[in-house]
Nanobody, 121 residues
Framework: QVQLVESGGGLVQPGGSLRLSCAASGSIFRINDMGWYRQPPGNQRELVASISSGGSTNYADSLKGRFTISRDNAKNTVYLQMNSLKPEDTAVYYC???????????????WGQGTQVTVSS
């Protein structure tokens, strides 16, 4: 079994910054892509950013320049640095990961429980 645990959410004023972390644990042979999604109130879940095991990144066009995704493969952890936050960034942020649990198995997608980010004055 694989668990993803997010941390770092909270309340921040417009223009502020937050750093989210997501640590994977459990039966892990290899982690392929990791990513962050968000779900604003009343809207569908959307991609924020993703990062491959080799460090290649992909961002939602509207977030380029303000958000930065990174990962520490030794710690099985992915990060999301969010700067110049706006009220419209308010959402529940979820991490996910494509994990190969054992050397003889294929990859499966796992999700964290989500962390609330609220941008408000």
């Amino acid at each position: 079994q694989v668990q993803l645990v997010e941390s770092g959410g909270g309340l921040v004023q417009p223009g502020g910054s937050l750093r989210l972390s997501c640590a994977a644990s459990g039966s892990i042979f290899r982690i392929n892509d990791m990513g962050w999604y968000r779900q604003p109130p009343g809207n569908q879940r959307e991609l924020v950013a993703s990062i491959s095991s080799g460090g290649s990144t992909n961002y939602a066009d509207s977030l380029k320049g303000r958000f930065t995704i990174s990962r520490d493969n030794a710690k099985n952890t992915v990060y999301l640095q969010m700067n110049s936050l706006k009220p419209e960034d308010t959402a529940v942020y979820y991490c996910n990961a494509r994990v190969v649990p054992w050397s003889w198995t294929s990859a499966s997608t796992y999700w964290g429980q989500g962390t609330q980010v609220t941008v408000s004055s």
